[in-house]
């Protein structure tokens, strides 16, 4: 019997090993196989449309079918589709690209580009870069990273050990030495209740003074952070929380590493997650919307200072050995350097400011929603947690099934979200109009009203 694509597909995936998935669960369904998009929306391999509110993996900045974005693809494919930028070479687009970053990032104090092809490699390339400045700098022994509870800064080895959830270490070996563990500025996850916001911030800076008195400030490098921490748990934090951190780090010449792999390129309302919060940081690192992820690319921005450390290391060493062979690769970056023209032309930023309010009053109108005790959000990426008991925040036993018929049910009705255990993110295109905005949160809306029906016929709520 002849196969059709789709079941060719279906078998054929078989072969792949699916990030957070438990690998032994495939034998039924397989995965969902996306096959084209436009706009906000994907089609699966079955003719299924969606609305992608997760815009794939926090991403696609401007949809899936941006033509801009592939014609630059295909003029430099034709014009020259791989150099490399090592050892005193270099490649027209990774050029430009650069400028445009630092000229786009210079009022938060960047001043060079170090380019590779994702989030993880980006924060990787900022601990090698620390640890050879304070080396430079005859501070060997100042080495230590700090970083937050459910922080996440991708999965190589160092960025899966910055990264704070307990799932991305369990059997991989990991956290390695010299990361130092904080807390994060979350009122709905801490452990304190009654606490107000400006006691939590007053808490965590004490936290932080205290690691830092136990460890000794000669000893800490840096401090990493997301200014929203994405999959955490989508964590927005209070006022005045990047303010008083950074007064601790600066008053123990302690870096300031800003993870802009989701926030950056307009995501919060501003064009970086820096901006919206007030945060003046030494390193920066970008991926993701960079090339609204039409192509992988990522960048490790660095202050003067930083950079006049690598320069002195660099005539120690005879050069600075560290670049990846795609690094500043010329087809991601003339897609990337697209990308941020089309932010500028069709002012990206004052879209989503314009925009972002609808999405944040229809997000926090869900908190009436039986089965959600809270909302969170900035800009257009916001989260809710579904619970069983809007009082004590009660979660629903992963056995009752609650949480999958939502899954469910969210497909069902065409949307994709993201669960993120009982928290469902949400994080659509930045192009999205008010029109969908309203199309999500309807979809989105009906989904839990589902999934209410069956958890009041499981007798579970009320
Ligand atoms: C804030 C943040 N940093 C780093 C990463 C890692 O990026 P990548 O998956 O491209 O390695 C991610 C990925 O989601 C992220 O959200």
């Not at 932010?343 to 908190?367: C, M, N, T, W």
């Not at 989260?383 to 969210?410: C, H, M, P, W, Y």
């Amino acid at each position: 019997m002849t196969r059709t694509h789709a079941e060719n597909v279906r078998e054929d995936v078989r072969n792949l090993i699916h990030p957070y998935t438990p690998l032994n669960t495939f034998g039924a369904t397989g995965p969902m196989v996306i096959r084209k998009g436009d706009g906000v929306y994907v089609e699966d391999d079955q003719g299924n449309r969606f609305l992608e509110g997760m815009a794939g993996l926090w991403c696609t900045a401007l949809g899936f079918s941006e033509q801009r974005l592939v014609d630059a693809a295909i003029r430099q494919m034709k014009e020259l589709p791989y150099y490399q930028i090592f050892a005193g070479r270099s490649n027209e687009p990774s050029i430009e690209l650069s400028e445009r970053l630092l000229a786009m990032t210079r009022h938060l104090g960047m001043d060079k580009a170090l380019f590779a092809n994702s989030g993880s490699e980006a924060n990787d390339a900022a601990v090698k870069v620390i640890w050879y400045y304070f080396n430079a700098l005859g501070k060997p022994e100042k080495k230590k990273l700090i970083a937050r509870e459910r922080g996440y800064h991708g999965v190589t080895v160092m960025a899966a050990s910055l990264t704070g959830l307990p799932y991305n270490h369990a059997d991989f070996d990991l956290p390695v030495a010299r990361v130092l563990r904080t807390g994060c500025p979350s009122l709905y996850h801490s452990t304190h209740p009654g606490e107000t916001d400006e006691q939590m911030v007053d808490r965590l800076v004490a936290d932080l003074e205290a690691i830092i008195a136990r460890e000794g400030a000669d000893t800490i490098a840096a401090f990493f952070a997301e200014p929203v921490q994405g999959a955490g748990g989508v964590i927005v934090p209070p006022a005045g929380y990047f303010a008083k951190i950074q007064a601790v780090l600066k008053k123990h010449d302690i870096l300031m590493v800003a993870d802009e792999v989701i926030t950056g390129f307009g995501r919060t309302g501003n064009m970086f997650g820096c901006d919206t919060y007030g945060i003046t940081p030494d390193i920066m690192t970008v991926a993701k919307a960079l090339s609204s992820s039409y192509m992988p690319i990522s960048a490790t921005l660095v202050s003067k200072a930083i950079y006049d450390g690598l320069v002195k290391g660099s005539e120690r060493n005879g050069a600075f050995s560290h670049g990846v062979t795609y690094a500043g690769h010329p087809v991601a970056s003339a897609v990337a350097v697209e990308a941020l023209k089309i932010y500028e032309e069709r002012d990206i930023v004052g879209h989503v400011q314009r925009v972002s309010p609808k999405f944040q009053a229809r997000l926090a109108a869900l908190s009436a929603h039986p089965l959600v005790s809270s909302t969170r959000g900035v800009g257009l990426i916001g989260a809710l947690e579904i619970v069983q008991d809007k009082d004590s925040r009660k979660t629903f036993d992963a056995a009752s099934g609650v949480i999958a018929r939502l899954g469910n049910a969210v497909l069902e009705n065409g949307l994709i979200t993201r669960a993120l255990r009982d928290t469902m993110a949400v994080c659509p295109p930045l192009i999205i109009t008010e029109a969908q905005i309203d199309e999500l949160f309807d979809k989105l809306t009906r989904a839990l009203d589902t999934t209410l029906e069956f958890a009041r016929g499981q007798k579970l709520v009320a």
